[in-house]
């Protein structure tokens, strides 16, 4: 299995803060990876940094992609190289439609021009799989969304962007019980042998829908815990409570 992600010591700050103090993964292609932690772990650091957030300082480590070093690439080299990032909290862009957006995102990401037609044609089949009516592409680019219609349109520029990872940072937060299942199911179907998953969440309904590979646990700006769902059962059950000790 080949690796697509590996990371070696890596370390941030933000604000003159260290938040990341050490962090080593490694992530294969074909794998779901989840992250979990209390707040303030630096959970959602480790998803900017690796996306290139430029507010967010690398202070030292490794990171590559496909057997490339990426660690000084800019965030557009690395959505570039096939890193996509989703929002905690989507931003609402009156006055540029959906489909404009993503097929705009596309083109920058790709370097490649693709026809209208033949991108709305794929941009329509994509919204039939996550349930989305074809009259979200023609509304502004999330004005006005509920917080579920804003995370499925954040699957939808997943799927038409198609990434080697994608880290996913608390897509279900905020979400109903029918908005959860259709984003994860939406991630399910867009699983593949040749892309992997980074997901971020304070929540085990990931694991309704989907079967992570790994379950880590952020604390302290370190990875403290690694195994499979059963890491998730015992903080279900006990909270970070018994893992902050063990650390």
């Given amino acids: 299995m080949k690796t697509l992600l590996n990371i070696e010591d890596l370390h941030s700050r933000v604000e003159d803060k260290d938040i990341l103090k050490g962090i080593d993964l490694k992530v294969n292609r074909g794998e779901v990876h989840v992250i979990m932690g209390p707040n303030g772990a630096g959970k959602s650091t480790l998803g900017n940094i690796l996306a290139g957030h430029p507010k967010h300082e690398y202070v030292g480590g490794r990171i590559e992609l496909d057997g490339r070093d990426i660690t000084q690439l800019s965030a557009d080299g690395?959505?570039?190289?096939?890193?996509?990032?989703?929002?905690q909290y989507?931003?609402?862009?009156?006055?540029?439609?959906?489909?404009?957006?993503?097929?705009?995102a596309k083109?920058?990401?790709t370097e490649k021009r693709q026809s209208y037609m033949e991108f709305r044609r794929e941009l329509h089949s994509r919204m039939e799989d996550l349930h989305m009516d074809r009259s979200y592409a023609s509304r502004y680019l999330n004005v006005g969304f509920s917080g579920g219609e804003?995370?499925?349109?954040?699957?939808?520029?997943?799927?038409?962007?198609?990434?080697?990872?994608?880290?996913?940072?608390?897509?279900?937060?905020?979400?109903?019980?029918?908005?959860?299942r259709v984003v994860y199911e939406g991630v399910k179907k867009l699983r593949n042998e040749n892309n992997a998953f980074i997901i971020i969440t304070h929540y085990n309904k990931?694991?309704?829908y989907l079967e992570p590979d790994f379950v880590h646990v952020l604390h302290q700006g370190k990875i403290v815990k690694s195994g499979g769902i059963e890491v998730a059962n015992e903080i279900e059950k006990q909270g970070y409570k018994g893992i902050k000790e063990e650390n």
């Fill in 90 to 104: 989507p931003e609402e862009i009156p006055g540029l439609t959906v489909e404009e957006f993503l097929r705009t």
């Fill in 206 to 208: 990931v694991l309704e």
């Fill in 78 to 87: 690395r959505a570039k190289e096939g890193i996509f990032l989703s929002f």
């Fill in 107 to 109: 083109g920058a990401v």
């Fill in 150 to 180: 804003k995370k499925k349109t954040e699957i939808l520029q997943l799927a038409t962007l198609d990434p080697k990872l994608a880290i996913l940072d608390e897509t279900d937060s905020g979400l109903d019980v029918d908005a959860i």
